[in-house]
């Protein structure tokens, strides 16, 4: 007992400094992974003119989302099966070699391809950086830490399109690419060198057909949200098809989960009523993020004549918001142990955020709206690392990683719908509008413009004016959606149930909780550095 003893001393006073490190090193895995697609939304337009292929343009994106998605729930189960550090390595070397690719394509089809390896490894390196944590950080302490995720991912979202923007000025586009590989080696040096995990052996085999089946469930998905409405209309045969194709295989998916000795994603975490509560907030928290994210920028630059070379920086007002709650909430609670009020608050704010922002007109000062942005922000601050956070502790240690992958999943599914279905409203309100304002002919001709400040400069005086008028009604009508959205995650939230946290104590009398929530003893400590 005494040796036992004296070992968790020493792992106590070599744990602040090893977790810092290794924390440094997951965050640049993190930061890798978000900041890709920002830096090469800016660099497209150089894509397509060297590589031509502008019919295909939508698929550089949509294959790395794809990708990136279908293979998250699998990373998540590897690691849980065959340790933690060597998925999670594995991912980075997966998502370098599709960057280097990338860098070297010669023609838009190779660069779809390569983009698809791009995201295989992408879905590793977020699950792993989320179940790392877990394993490493009791959720008790984890609140600390919440800041610095917060931080990366304003970071990623603010200075993805400036550092696009000038790395393909200066440098040229495939340097977006190349960018990935000095940082990515640093990663992989660091947490080959500091993080120490336990090796695991598998008793069983993976879960082939159930992962296949998954990720036809993703894919079907994914390309609904991302066709719908834009390639394909909503009630065409192609899209009808993929949502037949989705239901079938999600409904087999369930019935092989049953059977399976070793399930992809064991549906007994969802027993865990703050589990399934966690996901499906995580759900709605992507749906207002990812909507926010991208018709924001499209209101400010046409309607308030923004520039779109600083378009990150017009998301500052909600990134700094959402980076301060968060940090504030992560500090109370690590100090408290307390964490039901967080999502509730974060649900009002929510809500109140997205119809302050679907209140928006042509009159509306970037001030004004730098407000309600804000408003946006600190209820996404309250919600982003809390669901996560809560999500971890609602399970058994050995599903760290699924339930990891799991949260990540239906954030990531959350922000396809919410991009999909805003976008949807938007567009139609737009079209109905102009249409109104100047008749078919003028409505399609204006609606060939972008919408920039640059493009809508040299439209005619009444044009242009029933313009901003109608992409302030389409910005109404998404926002206004998000918050009827929204609605849904803050009734959720009161049905959390305030399990203490792992690592806040001794454990509950028997009884105490429900499912795995009531297992609060503390997380095993792990060896990770020298």
Do not use: C
Not at 132 to 140: F, K, T, V
Not at 256 to 285: C, D, Q, W, Y
Request: hydrophobic share 50%; glycine share 12%.
């Amino acid at each position: 007992m005494a040796d036992m003893t004296k070992t968790a001393d020493a792992s106590e006073e070599v744990k602040p400094r090893s977790v810092r490190v290794v924390l440094m090193a997951l965050m640049i895995a993190m930061l890798l992974a978000m900041l890709d697609n920002m830096i090469i939304g800016t660099a497209m337009p150089t894509i397509v003119g060297e590589l031509g292929g502008l019919e295909h343009l939508s698929w550089v994106v949509t294959a790395y989302t794809l990708a990136t998605a279908a293979s998250t729930p699998i990373w998540g189960k590897i690691g849980d099966m065959y340790g933690r550090k060597g998925s999670f390595l594995t991912s980075i070397v997966i998502f370098l070699i599709g960057s280097a690719l990338s860098g070297m394509a010669q023609d838009m089809g190779q660069l779809i391809g390569f983009r698809a390896i791009q995201g295989l490894g992408a879905g590793g390196l977020m699950v792993g950086v989320m179940a790392i944590i877990g394993d490493l950080i009791p959720p008790r302490e984890r609140g600390k830490y919440q800041g610095m995720m917060a931080g990366v991912m304003a970071l990623a979202m603010i200075g993805g399109p400036l550092v696009g923007g000038t790395i393909t000025d200066h440098m040229g586009w495939r340097w977006s690419f190349y960018i990935n590989l000095p940082l990515g080696a640093v990663a992989l040096a660091m947490v080959t060198a500091v993080l120490h995990l336990p090796k695991k052996k598998a008793q069983g085999k993976i879960d082939y057909l159930g992962a296949a089946l998954l990720t036809i469930a993703i894919t079907s998905t994914v390309l609904v949200t991302t066709w719908g409405g834009t390639e394909y209309a909503w009630g065409s045969g192609e899209v009808i098809g993929l949502i037949i194709v989705g239901i079938v295989s999600i409904a087999a998916f369930l019935y092989v989960e049953t059977k399976a000795a070793e399930p992809v994603m064991p549906l007994h975490i969802f027993r865990s009523r703050n589990f399934t509560l966690m996901s499906v907030i995580g759900f709605l928290v992507g749906f207002a993020m990812f909507g926010g994210v991208l018709y924001l920028p499209l209101f400010q630059q046409s309607v308030q004549g923004a520039s779109a070379t600083n378009s990150g920086l017009l998301l500052l007002p909600m990134l700094l918001s959402m980076m301060v709650v968060s940090l504030i909430a992560g500090r109370i609670t690590t100090s408290s142990g307390k964490y039901k009020m967080f999502p509730i608050v974060g649900g009002a704010l929510m809500v109140v955020g997205l119809f302050l922002l679907a209140t928006m007109d042509t009159g509306t000062t970037r001030l004004m709206s730098g407000v309600y942005m804000a408003v946006l922000g600190a209820g996404l601050g309250f919600l982003m690392q809390i669901t996560m956070l809560v999500a971890q502790n609602s399970v058994e240690m050995k599903d760290m990683g699924v339930a990891s992958s799991s949260a990540t999943l239906f954030r990531t599914l959350g922000g396809s719908f919410g991009v999909a279905l805003m976008g949807s409203l938007f567009t139609s309100q737009v079209t109905d509008t102009m249409t109104d304002r100047l008749g078919p002919e003028a409505a399609a001709k204006a609606g060939s413009a972008q919408l920039d400040a640059a493009s809508l400069a040299k439209l005619p005086e009444a044009m242009r004016d029933a313009y901003q008028h109608a992409v302030a009604a389409g910005t109404h009508s998404a926002f206004l959606l998000g918050a009827a959205i929204a609605v849904l995650g803050f009734v959720a939230a009161w049905f959390v149930k305030e399990v203490p946290l792992r690592g806040a104590g001794p454990a509950p009398t028997a009884g105490g909780g429900e499912g795995d929530e009531g297992k609060t003893a503390p997380a095993p400590q792990e060896s990770i550095a020298h």
